[in-house]
């Protein structure tokens, strides 16, 4: 799971229950975001996530960075690595398009591998560790999210709901 911060609603036709214990919006339009940190806090073994730059964040992009041995890791299969210490130890940058799935699952999926590494398989084990998805959990119900796009501060979000669960 990854943290939602900056969390806005706009919010109409709510209802609190006599004891206070319970409320319902009846509508609900929403947006959060969550940071680059909380994502990398969230993302495979060695990677960090940052701002891919405005070009790339408007095709929906951010960057995925992290030591190539540090993210073979996170890989359940490894490829010897017998005379390979120099390419191992070399820093990989992938560009990963970011879209939702179900209204609560964002998915990261590697739209760049790092060219020249003259290891068979190894684009394979790559795409294994850095094509994942991180679930957004703690959301009222039953507000399903639409859209994401990526900012220099991190991912917003943004998404509707009706009869909106807000507490008990």
Request: hydrophobic share 35%.
């Amino acid at each position: 799971p990854v943290n939602i911060t900056e969390v806005k609603a706009e919010l109409a036709d709510v209802k609190i229950d006599s004891n206070f214990s319970s409320a319902v919006a009846g509508t609900a339009d929403g947006s959060g975001r969550v940071t680059y940190e909380d994502l990398s806090r969230a993302a495979p073994q060695g990677a960090t996530v940052a701002y891919a730059g405005p070009e790339r964040a408007q095709r929906g992009q951010v960057k995925v960075t992290g030591p190539l041995m540090d993210l073979l890791k996170g890989s359940d299969k490894r490829p010897a690595t017998g005379g390979l210490g120099d390419l191992l130890n070399q820093e990989v940058t992938v560009y990963s398009s970011v879209e939702l799935v179900d209204g609560k699952t964002v998915r990261l999926t590697a739209e760049t591998l790092p060219g020249g590494i003259p290891v068979p398989g190894l684009d394979g084990l790559l795409r294994d560790v850095l094509d994942y998805d991180l679930t957004l959990d703690g959301l009222p119900t039953p507000l399903k999210l639409d859209r994401v796009t990526a900012t220099d501060k991190g991912l917003k979000f943004s998404g509707t709901g009706k009869n909106v669960s807000l507490v008990g």
